[in-house]
Each structure stands twice: as structure tokens, then as C-alpha cells.
């Protein structure tokens, strides 16, 4: 019988090429972060494109990690879930950091509404995820306002992304009241991003309770808002 050699795992390459990708493209974003920081660059008038290229490096980040997240099954013991006590004061100052340069880039004012005192326990890594995915979309689509809302509503965490945009389509709203059962990923782009969020939502579990994400357009600012809610 003729011997053929082992091969290859097509998941684990693929994850793997996805790995290396994300490498790749978070270097290009700090680069292009690092140049729309430069004066002489901001007076090109080739400025607002390159903001739109380091816009668009990090969606594809975000993208890059949620599928290296669902590979490794979000959840499961295969999957280094790590929930801590964190401080809000904290998150809310990582993830305006990670967004200063496109906000300032853009126009756009930002805004955060939490307690200062308050600690809950989630996955960092996660979460962050999550809301920085919000967050990218809401720089997308707002007209030049964004706010971090958090809060405890009853017995949960309650982080709200809002914008001033025109707000989601009923098409994008009734994706996220029906992710739990199942997305349809012919809706373009939208659907990774909820079914990741939903995922890193229910992967919180505390005294029966589990998490969830809504979408909505109103609120504060009138516009989109994408809500986590986590027990």
C-alpha cells in the first residue's frame, strides 16, 4: 500500500493565515496612525484619504480577530475566556486610546457617561472586541458625534455605542433583535460582527443569566446604537 504523507489541517492553516494577516495589518494601522499624527501630513490635501485607509485597516483588524475568536470557539474550554473585575473608568480609557487618531481625524466629538466607581467582571480582551467593532462602525456612520454610555441596569452591565447618524436600516435592526437564531450572512459585512458580539455576550454567564446585544436608533444622540448587556 503506497504511504502518502499527512496533510494538512485546512482550519489550522487557515486560522493560521488569518493570524499572520492580522499581524500584518495591526503594523500598517500603527504606521498610518503614526503618520496622520505628522503636521505636514494633515496639510496634504491627500489628508482624508489616508484617514479613510486607516479606517479601513482596522475594520478589517476587527474582522481578522473575531474569526480567529469563533475558531477557537468563544466559550469553550478550547478558548482562553478570562473573565476579571475590571474598572470602568479604565475600559472606557482603553477604548477611547485606541480610537483617538480616527476621531480627531474625523471631526468627530466624543463623549463617555459612566460611573467612575464602577467594577464588573467580564473577558477584557472580549469586550473590548466587541465595543471596538461598535465603535468603528458608529466613526463610519455617525455625522460628528459618538458616545460610550455604561451603566448598571438591574443586574446587569450596560454598554451603549450611539451616534448621530441617520441610524440603522430595519434591515440591520432586525438582524440584531433575531441573532440568537441564527445570521444571514447575505446581509453583507453586518453579519460577522453580530454573531461575534452575540457570542462574546452569551459567553457571560453569572447566576443563570447570560448576555445579549441589541440594536436600536434613538437614544441620546438620536442616531444608531449598538447595546451590550452583560450579567
Known amino acids: 500500500m503506497e504511504d502518502h504523507p499527512p496533510q494538512p489541517d485546512l482550519p489550522i492553516f487557515l486560522a493560521s ?134 451603566n448598571q441596569v438591574g443586574e446587569f452591565l450596560e454598554i451603549r455605542v450611539e451616534d448621530n447618524g441617520h441610524g440603522f436600516p430595519p434591515a440591520m435592526l432586525e438582524a440584531g433583535a433575531t441573532i440568537d437564531s441564527g445570521v444571514d450572512f447575505s446581509t453583507g459585512s453586518t453579519g460577522l460582527g453580530l454573531y461575534f458580539s452575540s457570542e462574546v455576550a452569551k459567553a457571560h454567564k453569572h447566576r443563570g443569566r447570560h448576555g445579549s446585544i441589541a440594536l436600536e436608533n434613538g437614544g441620546s444622540c438620536g442616531g444608531g446604537c449598538f447595546v451590550l448587556r452583560l450579567p
Open 17 to 150: 493565515a488569518a493570524h499572520d494577516m492580522k499581524n500584518s495589518i495591526s503594523m500598517l494601522s500603527g504606521t498610518l496612525e503614526a503618520v496622520l499624527l505628522d503636521p505636514a501630513v494633515q496639510a496634504l490635501p491627500a489628508y482624508r484619504q489616508v484617514v479613510h485607509l486607516l479606517y479601513e485597516t482596522r475594520r478589517m483588524n476587527d474582522n481578522l480577530i473575531q474569526l480567529l475568536a469563533l475558531y477557537k470557539r468563544v466559550g469553550s474550554p478550547s478558548y482562553p475566556f478570562d473573565p476579571q473585575p475590571q474598572a470602568i473608568a479604565d475600559f472606557v480609557a482603553e477604548i477611547e486610546a485606541q480610537h483617538r487618531v480616527l476621531l480627531e481625524a474625523k471631526g468627530i466629538a466624543f463623549e463617555a457617561d459612566y460611573p467612575p466607581d464602577l467594577i464588573w467582571c467580564f473577558d477584557e480582551d472580549l469586550v473590548v472586541g466587541v465595543v471596538g467593532h461598535a465603535f468603528n462602525n458608529a466613526i463610519h456612520y455617525t455625522s460628528d458625534k459618538i458616545r460610550l454610555i455604561i
